[in-house]
């Protein structure tokens, strides 16, 4: 009887934290769908409310420009839509320069209704905390350049705490070997993505999947933004062509090493190894002479 009331209490217990685990995993996702939360993520980079076009349009009173229906549809499925001839997504393009709008990963019916009414509660306030971010319109100077070079290499951390851009991406002043390959190259970046605002926009939330949740809890600063924009800018003007020259050397380097080693290795132990064949070959040859 001990065992069996053991038993039932331990499989009352496991009960009850599978209840308790259900429970938590459902309130993170929960918290993943918060509207607030996947706009800044995922929206955030293209549009602002009530700060003006990025690429692509403010979305303040857009409730007032096209209907739920379509709004929710379009949110989910843009490329579809577009893909349907419909006029207004084809307007929407040509607004855009031929930018298509993709899904937001995680996207539902519910959370683009959560999110519309986020859009037309923020549509009503003097200044949407979604205005995007505001960047000085000053000309941009020589030390903006470097200060944005030394955060973009690396040789001055980020104030927050997140990854130097180096480490993911590259530009081709810095040749081919001089940054990552895991994300886009930024040489052109300040002209795709038409200037100031929009790099600065990008850069305060990055929307890619592997940059989003790097940055989410390491915000690049304020103060940082104009820097990196400098170099940015900088880069795209010059436009040099990524040189593969580097990589070039590279290889011709590793390969003459490796000759070289071999060459070394040749001096230091060819001595040993013929000392060892030599006396061998020598017998088995006098041997084989003797019974010819």
């Known amino acids: 009887m001990a065992t069996m009331n053991s038993a ?73 839509v577009l893909g349907s ?40 306030l003097e200044k949407s905390a979604f205005a995007g971010v505001q960047v000085s319109d000053r000309a941009l100077l020589p030390e903006d350049v470097e200060e944005g070079r030394a955060l973009f290499m690396g040789s001055t951390p980020l104030k927050n705490g997140g990854p130097a851009c180096i480490g993911c991406h590259h530009v081709n002043s810095v040749g081919s070997l001089g940054g990552g390959k895991l994300g886009l190259n930024l040489t052109r970046a300040y002209a795709r993505l038409e200037g100031r605002k929009g790099l600065a926009a990008w850069l305060v939330a990055p929307p890619s999947l592997t940059m989003s949740p790097l940055f989410l809890d390491h915000p690049i600063d304020e103060e940082e933004i104009l820097p990196l924009i400098a170099f940015m800018k900088q880069e795209t003007e010059q436009d040099l062509p990524e040189s593969s020259s580097a ?46």
């Open 8 to 80: 039932t209490n331990h499989i009352k217990t496991l009960t009850a934290l599978a209840a308790v685990s259900v429970i938590l995993i459902g309130s993170g996702l929960a918290s993943a769908q918060v509207p607030e939360a996947f706009y800044r993520q995922n929206c955030m980079s293209c549009h602002t409310i009530g700060g003006g076009r990025l690429t692509g349009p403010d979305l303040k009173d857009v409730s007032d420009r096209q209907d739920r229906a379509w709004l929710v549809d379009w949110m989910l499925d843009p490329e579809g």
């Open 85 to 124: 001839g419909d006029p207004y997504a084809a307007k929407l393009q040509k607004e855009a320069r031929g930018a298509v709008m993709t899904r937001s990963p995680g996207i539902t019916r519910e959370l683009a209704n959560a999110l519309l009414d986020l859009i037309d509660a923020e549509s009503l």
């Open 247 to 292: 990589t070039i050397n590279f290889v011709l380097s590793g390969i003459f090493g490796a000759g070289v080693l071999l060459v070394i290795f040749d001096r230091l132990w060819g001595k040993r190894f013929k000392a060892v064949r030599r006396p061998l070959y020598d017998a088995t040859y006098s041997k084989t002479k003797d019974k010819a």
